[in-house]
C-alpha cells in the first residue's frame, strides 16, 4: 500500500477493488476524492447549479454520483463547455484526470488488474467499505447517525445525494464540522459485508445476549476486557 501516494484507506480500497473486480471505477473515484469539491454554486444561479447537480445523483451515494460525473465528461471528450454549462470544475476534473494517470502507472507498474465492474455498483460498494468499514455509521431512530466507532452524533451532508434518502447504514469518507458533524462523500452499505470484510472488527449480534436495542441494530462490535458489553465501544480482536 505504501506504494499509492494515498491514505492508507484509500489504498486498501484500491487494492481491495483488484480482487473484487472492479479496480477501474475505484480508481476514477480515488482521484476524484483527491481533487477536491468538484461543482459550484455562483451565489446568482445557486437553484439551477443545484438542479444541474441533482441530475449526476446515484441512489447509492456520492461514491458513485463522482464516477457519473467524470464519465460524463469523458463522453464529452473531457470537454471545457460541458462543465461550465454543469458547474463542475473543470480545473477540478483536470487535476482528478492526472491523479487518475498517476495512479494507473503505478497499478501497471506492479501488474495490478485494472477491470470495470460495468454496473455492478455492489461490487464497487464493497470495495469502499474494505477501505472504509471503521468510517460506518448507522441511523439513529431519533435524528441522524451514530458512528460504530464512538457512536458519536453525525449527519449526511445537505450536498449529499443521499441527504434525502437517509438509509438505514452508511459508509463515510470524511467528518467535517460546521454547524453540526458532517460526513462527507457517502455511501449506502449492507452491514453484512462489514462482518465479512472486517471481521476482527464486527460480528453479527447474538439476540439472546444483547438487549432489545442491539437487537435492533444487528451487528455487535466485538469488545475488549475494559469495557462493558453494552457500552457499544468497537474494538479489535486480540490475536
Not at 436495542?213 to 486480540?238: A, G, M, T, V
Request: proline residues 6%; hydrophobic residues 40%; charged residues 30%.
Amino acid at each position: 500500500m505504501a506504494e499509492f501516494p494515498l491514505e492508507p484507506p484509500l489504498s486498501k480500497m484500491l487494492l481491495a477493488s483488484v480482487d473484487l473486480g472492479c479496480s477501474d471505477e475505484i480508481l476514477t473515484m480515488i482521484a476524484m476524492i483527491q481533487t477536491g469539491n468538484i461543482f459550484y454554486r455562483p451565489r446568482e444561479k445557486q437553484a439551477q447549479a443545484d438542479q444541474k447537480r441533482a441530475k449526476f445523483f446515484q441512489p447509492e451515494g456520492d461514491h458513485l454520483t463522482l464516477l457519473a460525473v467524470y464519465e460524463a465528461w469523458k463522453a464529452k471528450n473531457f470537454s471545457g463547455p460541458w462543465c461550465f454549462e454543469n458547474f463542475v470544475q473543470s480545473r477540478s476534473l483536470r487535476r482528478a484526470q492526472d491523479v487518475r494517470k498517476q495512479l494507473l502507472s503505478i497499478m501497471d507498474k506492479y501488474k495490478l488488474d485494472v477491470v470495470s465492474a460495468g454496473k455492478n455498483f455492489t461490487k464497487i460498494r464493497k470495495a469502499i467499505a474494505a477501505g472504509f468499514f471503521f468510517h460506518a455509521a448507522r441511523k439513529d431512530p431519533q435524528e441522524g447517525y451514530r458512528t460504530l466507532v464512538e457512536n458519536q452524533p453525525v449527519y449526511i451532508h445537505p450536498s449529499s445525494a443521499l441527504f434525502q434518502r437517509q438509509p438505514d447504514w452508511v459508509i463515510y469518507h470524511e467528518l467535517v464540522m460546521t454547524t453540526k458533524e458532517y460526513m462527507r462523500e457517502v455511501t449506502v452499505v449492507d452491514p453484512k459485508w462489514l462482518v465479512e470484510l472486517a471481521p476482527r472488527f464486527f460480528k453479527v449480534a447474538d439476540p439472546t445476549k444483547m438487549s432489545k436495542r442491539k437487537r435492533q441494530e444487528r451487528i455487535e462490535p466485538l469488545y475488549d476486557r475494559y469495557h462493558e458489553p453494552n457500552s457499544w465501544r468497537l474494538s479489535k480482536r486480540r490475536a
